[in-house]
């Protein structure tokens, strides 16, 4: 048995009460200590923290992170001024512990709580201890009717019979047993927190004999809430992965509605393909200039002592051209354009399936149409990731990193209709692919956006022209990078297009 058992009382059930009906002959209670804090939860938008079984908590100078499932405290450190980003942590174990969980993402208040706890002590007729109980109310403020009530029984060493009797009284009393999971969830449920409740992983069930449309429409339904959840996040700066999130479920339908042919009529789609891709080419200038912010530590890095210093002008230049871009998106987002076309979107992906569609396709069960997407796209890729070999040119793998992406996506979308130890195996083998496609295409563009960036700086004075020597050593450090990723480019290739992954494309798609 545990050394201590937590229980869910029931709303409004008072320690007086508490005391009154568990009272028994062979003990007495008496109350040790009462204690008031003020604690803060935090984790990101997309919950890092909780989908790894986490919980940081902040109180007064301290964070504590616990481990949910375990019910463990994991590390404790003392923060005077609360960090926002990773780097804003001191080094530190903590720091350490959650770096790479909540990498560029900003730590969210997820809710502020009082805590009123009264710790007893149940003693024998001979005035031993021999059990602990703290009954412990969580409030929105002081004064506020209790949200969440629970009693943790504490064991003490010798004395595990009292420990026993006490739960058994606590199970008769109706108290459910809970975890600390449990707790964490009522308490932010109390403030209509859902922990978990976004992600922008396509966790999807589809039936393989779902009409190709109607399967399609909910694919496309995820990924405008996706859209929408984001919008308020990237005007208000938050942190990056707003934007980032956005920008993907965007790519994503316009893949969807390219790649997923003849299920909607044209004439009811051609004006959202338009409308998508306008909404994502706008975002593209505040999408790379994050990326070379977020990339500033990286690139100082890989500089001499000597440029790093030197550099700064050139990011202080990038700041400020990120503002500008962040205003021109915000006011896009703001517009009545766009609220007006997320709007008719939403109405068209409600609509019901309609037996008389013209779309040749609308009507074919999904497994069909998925499998012969899927495996056309997988050619394809096999193909041009061949002829790579006899031409390494830097178009030639910005093609092949389109492909994979469109490859990567339909297998998102349809991953549920297949049995997912098998099509893990290989989206997690072409996303290997894809993170070095896309590695080297960052590079690339990269590399050519510093050769034009110096013409924008002012040359008139000697730190100018110190800080254009540094983006020139820079510029040579990124060369060489690039050439290294290329030169691996057949070993990853070949990981993906193995005789074992052939074989399995085989199984799962060409039927």
Request: charged residues 25%; aromatic residues 10%; positive net charge.
């Amino acid at each position: 048995m545990h050394n201590f058992l937590k229980f869910k009382l029931p709303a409004g059930y008072s320690q007086e009460r508490l005391i009154r009906e568990s009272a028994d002959a062979s003990y007495s209670t008496k109350e040790e200590q009462s204690a008031t804090e003020r604690f803060t939860i935090y984790d990101t938008f997309d919950w890092r923290l909780f989908n790894n079984s986490l919980a940081l908590y902040g109180t007064g100078s301290h964070f504590v992170l616990h481990h949910l499932s375990q019910n463990t405290l994991i590390e404790r450190a003392r923060i005077r001024a609360q960090p926002v980003f990773i780097w804003e942590f001191p080094d530190s174990r903590l720091k350490d512990l959650l770096s790479p969980i909540i990498k560029v993402r900003a730590l969210l208040k997820r809710a502020e709580i009082v805590s009123h706890s009264n710790s007893y002590r149940i003693m024998n007729p001979d005035e031993k201890t021999v059990a602990r109980f703290v009954y412990e109310a969580f409030r929105l403020k002081p004064d506020a009717p209790a949200m969440s009530t629970h009693l943790t029984l504490e064991q003490v060493r010798g004395y595990p019979g009292y420990f026993r009797t006490l739960a058994n009284q606590f199970h008769d009393l109706g108290f459910p047993t809970v975890g600390e999971e449990d707790i964490y969830r009522n308490i932010l449920g109390a403030v209509n927190q859902k922990p978990g409740d976004y992600s922008t992983k396509l966790k999807l069930k589809l039936d393989p004999d779902m009409r190709a449309d109607e399967a399609t429409k909910i694919v496309l339904r995820f990924l405008l809430n996706v859209i929408n959840r984001n919008v308020e996040g990237i005007k208000a700066d938050l942190d990056t992965e707003f934007l980032h999130d956005f920008r993907v479920a965007i790519r994503r339908t316009r893949s969807a509605l390219s790649q997923i042919k003849y299920v909607f009529p044209e004439d009811a789609i051609d004006r959202f393909r338009r409308e998508f891709a306008a909404l994502g080419k706008l975002s593209n200038p505040l999408r790379d200039l994050d990326v070379y912010l977020l990339n500033e530590r990286s690139y100082k890095a890989m500089l001499p002592n000597v440029f790093q210093v030197d550099i700064e002008p050139l990011f202080d230049h990038l700041r400020v051209k990120r503002s500008a871009a962040l205003k021109e998106v915000v006011g896009n987002l703001n517009s009545k354009r766009l609220s007006r076309m997320l709007k008719d979107w939403e109405a068209f992906l409600d609509e019901p399936s309609n037996n008389t569609s013209p779309a040749l396709n609308a009507g074919v069960p999904i497994i069909f149409l998925a499998r012969k997407r899927i495996y056309r796209r997988y050619r394809k890729v096999v193909k041009l990731g061949r002829l790579s070999f006899e031409n390494t040119g830097d178009e030639l793998l910005h093609q092949l990193r389109i492909e994979c992406k469109k490859l990567r996506y339909l297998m998102e979308f349809f991953s549920s209709l297949f049995p997912y130890p098998k099509i893990s195996i290989l989206i997690n083998q072409l996303k290997n692919l894809q993170d070095y496609l896309g590695d080297f295409q960052d590079v690339c563009i990269q590399d050519e956006y510093l050769q034009t960036i110096t013409g924008e700086l002012p040359i008139a004075n000697t730190q100018s022209k110190r800080t254009i020597l540094a983006i020139g050593s820079l510029i040579g450090a990124l060369s060489q990078k690039k050439q290294t990723v290329k030169n691996s480019f057949s070993n990853i290739f070949n990981d993906f297009a193995s005789a074992s992954n052939r074989r399995l494309f085989r199984e799962l798609f060409a039927s």
